[in-house]
């Protein structure tokens, strides 16, 4: 977007419990609810006239309501002017909302329990303000270019770990009777039909597996058609394939037909017209389209329908709040902002055992100033919003300090000049860098939302050698929307730990100062790989052109994968203060082999979402401190099967463990995570064969190996 609860529809849907072991949760009368909700919106749409109906589905223009998107009001059958505002970390322009962590940040967790209260809290804070639509949460851009100016929205390169935080999100966010809406739908430009699937569409089935209210389509194309105007993506894929029961809405201003867009399967326009004002597609030129026959009277009966079913079947026509975009309704949430902020921290050196920090007499503090002035909590654009406080580096530190007796030598700047003074003599000396990126529309520092390189910002490569040089026990942290290349940093002597602090949102530094001092040990992971070199992902943001996507499945560790690529730090990687072992690999199996069959439900076909697998293996703590550990599984495909990643992330669990304690992780194998995309058939198959299993600390630290046959 240019500027951008639903237990009722949980349906069967995935718990993750401390052990890590997905469950069914069963919810209110499931996928059943969409049935209830079409009836009272067929019943609803006997009573509007053609203009009511065109009225729905458009928006009432740009800058003509109290959101960034709104709809008149019906009164005939008590329908509310409908409010659609941003965005996946919070309300924006919102008088007293909350600054939730970004998606990357979350996803930084491993941790479902947190991201599900996330999305709790993100819908509690919607409907508190009267906000019937959230614009989140976000699974494309998937991340597949590191330096994409977007990525920090969405949860990460790999669309298992996206698709199960989407789905922990909108099941959240739509607990409190709030609309979802999963974006960005879908791809850059144009696409081989297995790897959409398996990549790009993957999450979003996820999403619609969760019943989220709408789907945004982007501003792209998709072969060569733009993607709000594209009949094979929007109803092929969405609707028919995915069997979607909501509605599609434009990004704002991405239509760019009125006859098109309609009988494409887009079925509410937004803002309502340009961000001048001028132009407007739908509204009388909709009237008039259907009058004249060339969008029938059914496709806008059928555009309408969906957008009230989604009304009710949140139940929003049943005492929802007016809307007040200044209320306050923060709560206790601000737990949730530093609980995520900390246990999205991931540490990805340590040498010495410099960390955690313990009573130091001395301190030096050196901070890159970034845009966000000193620290970075997210990128900019649309998806963000206004902090209500935020806890700088500096600041948390100092109370820290004060209480343990250290003095602090304050640097705030990133000039090198200065820096010998401020750093010799400490016994540690931070250093804090930054990388920024966002939305095309702003420019910052002469950067249009892509980043142009993966290099930190305002010399922080140059800041952390004088510091280095100076201090032979120098920590860094870094604040980044995505990858940066660490080279010049690993190779100062005098650097002995990096922290990667991600985007931690408005409780930034208490979320830091909890791990540097070990209130907590770090148990974040990386959601994506950190190369030696730039040119390692095989990946790149092209200025005009199409982007043919030649790269196919292999994005990020798969390319490193299958291409022999040592990375720098791969994906799921990130040290703790303890320290764990894995032991005795089960697994059982009951699948067999073939494409799936089942009717088509909110997801896709049924038999995709049954458990034909489960993994189980023991975790224990073998260090002296209490810590959390996310485990992993990836599967790799039999050689029966077309050209595959060596393997594919497609179970994870976080235990908590005292010194000497011992879990099972359990890991819950759906038939989709077994399948590939069969062109020919245009289905998922589970081939035949050996499928290896491999449980581990990372995509590259795996402990255990084993296999299980499919006839």
């Not at 077309?642 to 497609?650: A, I, V």
Request: charged share 15%; glycine share 12%; with cysteine.
């Amino acid at each position: 977007m240019h500027l951008r609860t639903f237990a009722v529809l949980a349906a069967t849907s995935l718990a993750w419990a401390e052990t890590g072991e997905k469950q069914a949760r069963q919810a209110g009368s499931g996928f059943a609810a969409w049935d209830a909700a079409y009836s009272q919106a067929s019943t609803a749409l006997s009573k509007l006239s053609q203009q009511d109906k065109v009225n729905i589905v458009t928006g009432v223009g740009w800058n003509k309501g109290p959101c960034v998107g709104n709809t008149p009001a019906i009164g005939s059958i008590g329908y509310p002017q409908l409010c659609l505002q941003d965005g996946p970390l919070g309300i924006r322009f919102g008088g007293s909302v909350t600054a939730f962590t970004p998606g990357i940040q979350a996803a930084s967790t491993w941790d479902v329990e947190l991201i599900r209260q996330r999305g709790i809290y993100l819908g509690a804070e919607a409907k508190g303000v009267g906000v019937h639509v959230l614009l989140g949460p976000v699974a494309g851009a998937l991340g597949k270019i590191p330096n994409g100016g977007r990525n920090w929205e969405g949860f990460g390169s790999d669309p298992y770990l996206t698709g199960i935080a989407m789905s922990e999100t909108i099941e959240g966010i739509q607990s409190n009777g709030v609309q979802a809406c999963a974006k960005h739908f879908i791809l850059n430009e144009q696409e081989t039909n297995r790897t959409m699937h398996e990549l790009y569409l993957f999450p979003f089935a996820d999403a619609v597996h969760s019943n989220v209210a709408s789907v945004m389509c982007s501003y792209n194309k998709v072969n060569g058609t733009w993607a709000c105007e594209n009949d094979k993506i929007q109803n092929g894929l969405l609707k028919k394939e995915l069997g979607f029961k909501g509605y599609v809405m434009s990004d704002w201003n991405a239509q760019h037909t009125t006859n098109g867009a309609a009988n494409s399967g887009m079925d509410m326009t937004m803002p309502g017209s340009d961000f001048n004002g001028n132009t407007i597609l739908w509204g009388p030129q909709l009237n008039t389209a259907v009058n004249n026959g060339q969008v029938s009277k059914a496709r806008l009966d059928d555009m309408a329908k969906r957008i009230l079913a989604s009304w009710y079947v949140l139940k929003q026509n049943s005492g929802y709040p007016a809307t007040n975009l200044k209320a306050n309704v923060q709560g206790n949430h601000k737990e949730n902002v530093r609980a995520v902020a900390r246990d999205g921290i991931v540490l990805l050196k340590n040498d010495d055992d410099i960390l955690p920090l313990k009573k130091p007499s001395k301190l030096a503090e050196g901070t890159d100033r970034g845009c966000n002035t000193g620290a970075l909590g997210m990128g900019w654009g649309s998806g963000t919003t206004e902090y209500p406080y935020f806890v700088a580096p500096y600041d948390a530190l100092k109370t820290r300090a004060q209480s343990d007796g250290t003095t602090i030598n304050l640097l705030s700047s990133d000039s090198t000049s200065g820096v010998a003074n401020a750093a010799s003599g400490a016994d540690a000396a931070l250093v804090f860098i930054t990388a920024d990126s966002g939305e095309g529309y702003i420019t910052v520092e002469g950067v249009t939302g892509d980043r142009p390189n993966l290099d930190p910002w305002h010399n922080g490569n140059q800041l952390v050698q004088a510091v280095a040089q100076a201090n032979k026990n120098t920590i860094v942290v870094v604040h980044s929307t995505g990858p940066i290349i660490l080279e010049t940093i690993l190779a100062q002597p005098g650097v002995k730990a990096v922290v990667w602090a991600g985007l931690p949102s408005q409780e930034n530094d208490n979320a830091l100062v909890d791990v540097l001092y070990g209130l907590v040990s770090p148990s974040g992971k990386l959601p994506y790989t950190i190369a030696k070199s730039e040119s390692d992902y095989g990946t790149a943001v092209q200025r005009g052109g199409t982007n043919q996507f030649t790269e196919g499945l292999f994005i990020d560790y798969r390319h490193f994968d299958k291409n022999g690529i040592a990375p720098r730090y791969e994906f799921g990687f990130g040290l703790s203060y303890t320290n764990f072992t894995y032991s005795s690999l089960s697994i059982t199996s009951t699948a067999s082999s073939g494409p799936a069959s089942g009717d088509t439900i909110p997801g896709g076909r049924s038999d995709l979402w049954d458990t034909v697998a489960t993994v189980t293996a023991v975790v224990k703590n073998t260090g002296g401190v209490p810590g959390a550990e996310v485990s992993q599984l990836y599967i790799s495909l039999p050689s029966s099967a077309p050209s595959s990643p060596p393997k594919q992330l497609r179970g994870f669990a976080k235990l908590k463990l005292a010194p000497g304690e011992s879990k099972t992780a359990t890991f819950i194998l759906r038939r989709r995570d077994l399948s590939y995309w069969e062109t020919g058939r245009q289905n998922w198959v589970v081939p035949s064969g050996s499928f290896g299993v491999v449980v581990g600390a990372s995509s590259r630290d795996l402990r255990l190996n084993g296999k299980f046959d499919v006839s």
